[in-house]
């Protein structure tokens, strides 16, 4: 009775284990998880960021009087984040908090938070920034942060300029405004410090220089195809409603060192810019939204490259004039690249999408003017259905609506046909999106920022969405959080990434201390490239960035999620593209798991990046425990019948010895 009884009491243990515990939520669709822990925190979610080793992200809140940040950690068991604050770096008494950038700045494998902060009495014209450094350690962050160079009031975008896998800063310091300047990060400790240079900037013609928009939507992101990351800044022009671009591409023979490669005028009134493959071309796209006279619309500005060589088109070596990329090269640079932001009928690179059209408002919310930091609003970018098309994500006004009001639209991507009149499509290949609609996301009202997560790491994007608190002042940040569990049933499968800064070869052992993973190390700017075949046997390329953009909150996670759609196949090759300026900043992979999480280490010794540590984490599936339990009973059946026939010729065995034995008994008698 005892051992039925132990038997009975790790059955329900063992199933568990295997993943045949009770699910969650057992709704299929979007589901209201609640504030998961984030309940009356007195602010507003403003940084994703990996703050200890367990793998799974944490929360960075800016307190409502901009006056701390608070770190809450998620608990894996619980399904929620810790309501007691891990950690709280509390400001000067002079300075208030306009945004946050966790990152490992000092190169020890751990999580740092940059903290850009303004003073208290602000003048009418833009004051200052301070930049404040709280450096982690065995025991946590510093009790005193480190002082940076100070910024203008445009917010300085993380990128590694130097190649060196170190986080440095590009803006405009207050000491020099008149030019770009890098914060050259130089932290060790032998000299704790940063410091400040020119980058070197190439150009055959000449170009006014960049004065950053405030504030602008600058990113560190691959746009020729070479994998490595390039420079798109947005400028600031004596028009507050008429911006520029600059697109500079990364040389990869000398740190600090850039190219131009294209610039222009974005269209006017032009809000927040995304990056994102739209159209699994294999090439980072720009989503951008425009608004005048109360009608907005969003445009995707697509990026022409050489194109990916068809199964039957042999590939054409570098230089010919028709030329197409390899699918075993898709890190070959295309220096002739195209991206083109003018509204007009003959420009079949951007395609526009009426919002009311689609959603039925017709005017965007592009900034949080209910908030004293008028926080831009982008549209969110991710592939929510795992399909490999990105989808959007953003906040639309209705008409008539209250102080505040807004709704919150999910968009997502549908192929256009030949004939197709749908918003967006013109050419075929070309992508339109359609709203969905009943879902929870409807009964949230005047919410003022939503964005993408993966909550839990269970490879599903999820949705924050944070809104004002009944009555409130314009003065105050503090949001009602509530996160949207994505708990539909996709047939396709995702991929998620992961490239670390190589602080730690591979699990770091400091001399003093206990050993750990160095999860916090996420290196901005890196770019995945891969190709994949879809169940009707075409190849299809894609690119994704991982945390391009960090300045005004831009709430981007330090890893890249991405759906692969419905394949049947391994990936192929996956092109890990890291910021080394080097010959070959990438590494190749070959036979990629689908569900799985891939962490590259670029750890090298020499120039090769055959060095590089690459891991490969398998997501449990929910199939998996139906497939264990039908391999288990088909093995049991198995045996069975093993046992049967092994028991049929022991039987007939014996009945033919005693035959045998019978005979010779007859024969002597």
Request: one cysteine or more.
């Amino acid at each position: 009775m005892r051992r039925f009884a132990l038997w009975a009491a790790c059955v329900p243990l063992a199933a568990a284990s295997f993943g045949f515990a009770p699910k969650r939520f057992k709704e299929e669709g979007l589901i209201d998880a609640g504030s998961l822990g984030l309940d009356g925190i007195a602010g507003s979610v403003v940084a994703w960021g990996h703050y200890n080793d367990d793998r799974f992200l944490d929360v960075f809140v800016m307190a409502e009087d901009r006056s701390a940040v608070r770190v809450h950690e998620w608990m894996h068991m619980d399904f929620a984040f810790n309501a007691t604050p891990a950690a709280t770096l509390t400001m000067p008494s002079d300075l208030r908090v306009v945004n946050v950038v966790p990152a490992d700045f000092n190169y020890d494998g751990r999580v740092d938070v940059l903290v850009m902060a303004e003073p208290v009495s602000r003048t009418p014209t833009a004051a200052p920034l301070s930049l404040l450094l709280w450096r982690s350690g065995e025991h946590g962050l510093d009790t005193a942060p480190m002082l940076l160079p100070g910024a203008t009031h445009a917010h300085p975008l993380t990128l590694d300029a130097t190649g060196d896998l170190h986080v440095d800063l590009l803006g405009h310091a207050a000491s020099a405004p008149q030019h770009l300047s890098i914060w050259r990060n130089e932290l060790s400790a032998e000299t704790p410090t940063f410091s400040l240079s020119e980058p070197a900037l190439f150009y055959d013609q000449p170009v006014p220089p960049c004065e950053l928009a405030s504030p602008h939507s600058s990113a560190q992101i691959d746009l020729n195809g070479d994998c490595l990351a390039d420079l798109f800044l947005v400028c600031a022009t004596g028009d507050a409603a008429q911006h520029t671009y600059q697109i500079w591409t990364a040389r990869k023979d000398g740190p600090l060192q850039y190219t131009l490669a294209q610039t222009g005028a974005l269209p006017r009134n032009a809000g927040p810019l995304s990056f994102a493959d739209m159209n699994r071309d294999g090439t980072i796209d720009v989503v951008f939204p425009t608004c005048e006279r109360g009608k907005c619309t969003i445009h995707i500005a697509y990026n022409q490259q050489i194109p990916l060589c068809a199964p039957e088109s042999p590939w054409v070596p570098h230089g010919a004039p028709e030329r197409c990329r390899d699918p075993l090269q898709l890190c070959e640079a295309d220096d002739a690249f195209q991206l083109n932001f003018t509204i007009a009928d003959d420009n079949a690179l951007l395609a526009h999408l009426d919002v009311e059209a689609l959603t039925g408002d017709s005017q965007l919310l592009l900034e949080d003017d209910l908030s004293p930091l008028r926080t831009p609003v982008p549209i969110r970018i991710g592939d929510e259905n795992k399909d490999g098309y990105p989808d959007l994500l953003l906040l639309t006004v209705p008409k008539g609506a209250r102080v505040g009001e807004t709704r919150t639209r999910l968009l997502e991507s549908a192929p256009c046909t030949k004939r197709s009149t749908a918003q967006g499509c013109g050419d075929v290949g070309r992508r339109t999106f359609v709203p969905l609609a009943d879902t929870v996301l409807d009964t949230f009202q005047f919410v003022r920022s939503a964005a993408f997560v993966d909550l839990d790491e269970d490879g599903t994007l999820d949705i924050l969405v944070q809104s004002l608190q009944g009555t409130q002042l314009r003065t105050s940040l503090a949001r009602d959080v509530h996160f949207v569990q994505n708990n539909y049933f996709h047939d396709a499968f995702f991929l998620k990434t992961l490239t670390l800064n190589a602080a730690c070869r591979g699990r770091c052992e400091p001399q003093e201390g206990r050993p750990f993973e160095p999860w916090g190390a996420g290196l901005s700017g890196a770019s995945y490239k891969f190709a994949v075949l879809d169940p009707n046997g075409v190849r299809r390329a894609q690119q994704v960035s991982q945390q391009p953009q960090t300045a005004y909150s831009a709430l981007q996670p330090p890893s890249a999620l991405f759906g692969l759609g419905r394949t049947n196949n391994y990936v192929e090759s996956l092109f890990v593209g890291s910021t080394r300026r080097q010959e070959q900043p990438y590494l190749v992979m070959e036979g990629v798991i689908p569900n799985s999480e891939v962490v590259v280490t670029p750890w090298q010794d020499g120039a090769s990046p055959l060095t590089w540590r690459r891991e490969l984490f398998l997501h449990p599936g929910d199939w998996i425990p139906l497939v264990t339990a039908a391999l288990a009973g088909l093995l049991l059946f198995l045996g069975a019948i093993v046992f049967a026939l092994d028991l049929n010729e022991k039987r007939e065995d014996e009945r033919e010895r005693q035959r045998a034995v019978h005979a010779i008994n007859f024969d002597a008698l």
